[in-house]
């Protein structure tokens, strides 16, 4: 089963689901590697906050590993 197709912007969910969202992708980004940095999970609290899109934390993530 796929979410691609899903909308996972602030406007399209609550809190709760952002917070399940970002549980699992934590799960599943956890099964062969390290867990993420402080710095990375204070991007993820941002969207779960509703502060900051998951693009643009996908973005500013990619940007603090980027060489």
């Known amino acids: 089963m796929t ?18 969202i970002a549980n699992e992708a934590l799960g599943i980004s956890t099964l062969d590697a390290p867990e993420p940095s402080e710095e990375a999970k204070a991007l993820v609290q941002e969207y779960i906050d509703g502060k ?14 980027a060489v």
């Open 3 to 20: 979410d691609m197709g899903k909308d996972y912007s602030i406007k399209n969910t609550t809190k709760v689901q952002r917070e399940k």
């Open 52 to 65: 900051m899109e998951i693009a643009d934390v996908l973005k500013a993530t990619i940007k603090m590993y």
